[in-house]
């Protein structure tokens, strides 16, 4: 705890008896008296234009702390990033979930990209709104469009961790997906697969024992004769 010699130039804290800042050189025309109080680790600043007000605020500062008065802020702890909700979200997805491995296709594809190194409360509802338009106009690699089935993944997923930030006491704040319109999908059964169902079945054919099948289911997928 102390009473310093406050230079507006550099910033700077020296002993109030100097006359000039032994850092910038200035001479302290216009002083100004900087009081510090320090309690386990943390930090209580004033600053005042006179030397007795800061000596008896200095008094006053160390009165609350022996009664117990003085509150300090706490710090708040900054929001995750989406990386660090999916490192913790995948192990505990691959005991919950059947489907862990299309959350982390997903994930490495179309969300770790865009969001992956920023901050929950730093993606907004028009961040995700962009994601839904760039994925209405994308393709994938079958060279189709993507369908309304794999951008509803997509929000469904990072929705969940969202969701499970904040049940785990990862995250406090807002939910951007509460503003988001999920696309609506045709609850018509039809023999289509989607995006990720398509992957799997490439990466099967990949390594089929039977490279003739393969070659031939490939054709049918391609040529729209299966989809």
């Not at 990033?81 to 913790?88: F, G, I, P, Q, Y």
Request: one cysteine or more; glycine letters at 4%; aromatic letters at 10%.
């Amino acid at each position: 705890m102390a009473v310093h010699i406050y230079c507006s130039g550099c910033r700077g804290s020296y002993k109030v008896d100097v006359k000039t800042c032994p850092k910038c050189e200035a001479p302290f025309k216009k002083k100004k008296y900087r009081v510090c109080v320090s309690v386990k680790g943390k930090r209580v600043t004033r600053f005042f234009d006179n030397l007795t007000l800061a000596r008896e605020a200095e008094a006053a500062i160390k009165a609350d702390i022996l009664r117990g008065d003085l509150k300090f802020k706490e710090k708040a702890k900054p929001a995750p990033t989406l990386a660090e909700v999916w490192a913790k979200y995948l192990p505990w997805a691959k005991e919950h979930k059947r489907s862990w491995i299309d959350d982390q296709r997903n994930y490495r594809k179309h969300l770790e990209p865009r969001f992956g190194n920023k901050r929950l409360d730093s993606i907004s509802s028009l961040d995700v709104e962009r994601m839904k338009l760039e994925l209405k106009k994308g393709i994938s690699k079958r060279g189709k469009p993507y369908t309304m089935a794999t951008i509803r993944h997509q929000l469904t997923l990072l929705n969940r961790l969202y969701n499970l930030a904040k049940r785990w006491g990862l995250y406090k704040g807002d939910n951007p997906l509460d503003r988001v319109e999920f696309p609506r999908l045709d609850n018509l059964k039809t023999e289509f697969l989607s995006d990720e169902e398509a992957d799997r079945l490439m990466t099967t054919l990949d390594f089929w024992p039977c490279r003739e099948s393969a070659a031939f289911v490939k054709f049918a997928l391609f040529t729209g004769l299966q989809s």
